[in-house]
């Protein structure tokens, strides 16, 4: 297949070529409706289709003889171990948990939340809610259980699935009273918390509510698949937007399916029988995508891996991986690479290791540096592949075509071309396409291919306002960049109060509504700036209330705690400078933009807008002298 060609035939009848598309996945029930409008200006791919996610990902391949083939290599060098789990066992495991769930009551259309660690009873908790119909929402590990509260009583889940502990390197982090506290603050009860106990570290099940995963499962009638449209939801997954808020994205079962086996295929080039590497969380989309759906669906083996790229137990485990099972392709975020780099420079643990396995790699999540790129590309020898999506698209938007004849070649700094149905534009603020090479707004012309969310749950007014209404007929991504004279797209960062830290998606403007309820601060403000190993970090600008003699240092440690305690770990938030005053236009809008600027040392212009010019110049001064 060509790139070129198959662009063009998904530009001039997108309907056609998804209906092709249908016969990857098996249905109970073929879509008559193709893609169909809602009433709110989105978009259903193949509204009236009926299938199973579930069963995509295991009953087919276990009927179709792959029942013996591993689905699952857990590797988990945190708590020493190891499980090949195959199709016919994970089956077993997922129908039994599924059957728990619906003995206790869950049933299609219910929603779960699984706070899980990167074990396999995460995923087999994710199918068993695919299975019944019901919507899950996977909470990250490292969100504190305000954030999870926040989730709770959006989603209202009837139960919350989670184990007694995580492990982070060395560290034990006890997540079910996390869980207590979180359904404590939340003003939705889940009916119960089911909890898998690891041997390191025992929960206790001290609420009439709490139910022991094994016991949960004991005398229950295995479940089988409910059949659910192509409309129906299977997940909701929360991402960072600009507010407290987090947006639920909701994932549809239909085009989910067909988008997941075209992207595998197609983008990653995995067939059935390949060893597949998705190195990431299942608190994150790629998670979803990628570790879980996509690689089951389409018949490979998944590495299921419960560690980090350093010191679990060296830098060299992720090469370990490789080669212990012939890994032909993996993704991960340009961090993993960085951290690794930073302990082992010369790349001597990988040559320890047999990487013939490996085919090429991707990376997406955060901006891939070129120094990182030129290292991987020696030290590895294979194509890295940068390539670019967003929660909401749950998968790519760029990429090369790995699986067709000819895969557009990597360009440094970019991530690549379009895939077939993403018609991206750059547009200027009034909307206005501009000329090849300027920068703008990421955009997309609509309607977008299947698989791309088209709803927030409970909110669709927020789908609107979010994404639809700033550039009307295009998708707004949320992302600054341009287009090259041969059509390679260049991301050059958000444009909004979203960050990425370590690949990890967070809000600026939550931890600014965090920090702006300290008693001594009068106003702030919280930017993204760069950092060498998670390419970007938080830092708080903090305007203090008149008469404050707190000390920076004091203030400072008091924030980082309550971020910490509100958003999490994950938040990484450890540096905040006072300033006298925020720099603002003459309607009172902090200049975010030109803030990340001088704290990027970068130069920038001084806005039209601005209120006080000197402002700026004070800040810049602060700066000046941390940086001494
Ligand atoms: N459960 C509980 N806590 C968690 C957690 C989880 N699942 N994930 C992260 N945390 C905590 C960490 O323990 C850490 O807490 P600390 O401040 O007490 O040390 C904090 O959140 C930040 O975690 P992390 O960003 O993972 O930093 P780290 O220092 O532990 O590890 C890297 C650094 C570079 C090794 C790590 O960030 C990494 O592997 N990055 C790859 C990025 C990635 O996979 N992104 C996925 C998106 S595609
Ligand atoms: P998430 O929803 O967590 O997947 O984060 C999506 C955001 O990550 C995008 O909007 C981009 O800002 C950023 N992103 C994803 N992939 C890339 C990439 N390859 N290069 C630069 N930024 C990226």
Aim: one cysteine or more.
């Amino acid at each position: 297949m060509r790139y070129e060609e198959e662009y063009e035939s998904a530009l001039n009848d997108p309907q056609s070529y998804w209906a092709a598309q249908t016969n990857r996945i098996a249905w109970y029930k073929k879509p008559e409706s193709i893609l169909s409008k809602t009433d709110f200006g989105t978009f259903n791919w193949y509204a009236d289709g009926e299938l199973n996610s579930c069963y995509l990902a295991l009953d087919r391949h276990v009927e179709n003889g792959l029942a013996e083939q591993v689905a699952l290599y857990y590797d988990s060098p945190v708590s020493n171990t190891k499980e090949a789990i195959t199709y016919a066992d994970l089956l077993e495991r997922v129908k039994r948990f599924a059957g728990a769930l619906k003995k206790q009551g869950v049933d299609k259309g219910d929603t779960v939340l699984i706070y899980m660690p990167m074990i396999p009873e995460a995923a087999v908790a994710m199918l068993a809610c695919a299975r019944l119909g019901a919507v899950h929402s996977v909470v990250f590990g490292g969100f504190a259980p305000h954030e999870m509260a926040i989730r709770i009583d959006d989603a209202n889940p009837k139960i919350i699935l989670t184990a007694s502990c995580g492990i982070e390197f060395e560290k034990k982090i006890a997540y079910k009273p996390l869980v207590d506290q979180a359904i404590s603050l939340a003003n939705h009860k889940p009916q119960n918390t089911v909890v898998f106990q690891r041997s390191m570290l025992q929960a206790d099940l001290n609420n009439s509510w709490d139910l022991d995963w094994q016991d949960f499962q004991e005398n229950v009638e295995v479940a089988e698949c409910v059949t659910v449209k192509g409309s129906d939801p299977l997940y909701i997954l929360y991402t960072s937007g600009t507010t407290g808020q987090p947006k639920g994205i909701v994932r549809d079962n239909g085009g989910h399916a067909v988008a997941l086996n075209y992207a595998l295929n197609n983008v990653y080039g995995m067939r059935t029988g390949d060893v597949w590497w998705g190195a990431s969380d299942i608190g994150w989309v790629v998670g979803h995508s990628f570790i879980v759906y996509g690689p089951l669906m389409g018949g490979c083996s998944a590495i299921f891996f419960e560690g980090k790229p350093i010191k679990t137990p060296d830098a060299g485990t992720f090469w370990r991986v490789i080669d212990e099972y012939s890994v032909n392709s993996m993704f991960c975020a340009p961090t993993a690479f960085r951290a690794i780099r930073k302990e082992d420079p010369n790349g001597s643990l990988a040559r320890q290791y047999d990487l013939n396995s490996l085919k090429w790699v991707f990376v997406a999540g955060e901006k891939l540096d070129s120094s990182t790129y030129g290292w991987l590309v020696d030290l590895l020898k294979v194509p890295v592949l940068d390539h670019w999506w967003q929660t909401e698209t749950g998968w790519p938007m760029t990429a090369p075509m790995m699986g067709w004849e000819n895969p557009s070649k990597e360009r440094i700094g970019s991530t690549n071309k379009p895939i077939p149905g993403y018609d991206i534009r750059v547009l200027d603020d009034e909307g206005v396409e501009v000329e090849r090479g300027e920068a703008g707004n990421i955009c997309v012309s609509l309607p977008m291919p299947p698989g791309v969310a088209w709803s927030i749950w409970n909110n669709n007014e927020r789908y609107y306002s979010s994404y639809l209404e700033s550039f009307p007929g295009f998708y707004h991504t949320g992302d600054g960049g341009y287009i090259d004279e041969d059509g390679y797209i260049y991301i050059t960062g958000r444009t909004d109060d979203v960050i990425n830290v370590s690949g990890h998606r967070l809000s600026t403007g939550e931890m600014e509504e965090i920090l702006s309820t300290h008693s001594s601060v009068a106003e702030c403000a919280v930017i993204g700036v760069p950092d060498e190993l998670r390419g970007q970090v938080p830092l708080g600008l903090l305007v203090l209330k008149a008469g404050e003699n707190i000390s920076e240092d004091e203030l400072v440690s008091q924030l980082v705690q309550m971020v910490r305690e509100q958003v999490g770990a994950v938040a990484c938030f450890k540096q905040a400078f006072v300033v006298q005053r925020l720099p603002k236009t003459r309607s009172g809008k902090v200049l975010r933009a030109v803030l990340r600027k001088i704290a990027a040392s970068e130069a920038y212009t001084m806005p039209s807008t601005i209120d006080d010019p000197v402002i700026l110049d004070e800040i810049q001064d602060v700066f000046s002298a941390r940086a001494k």
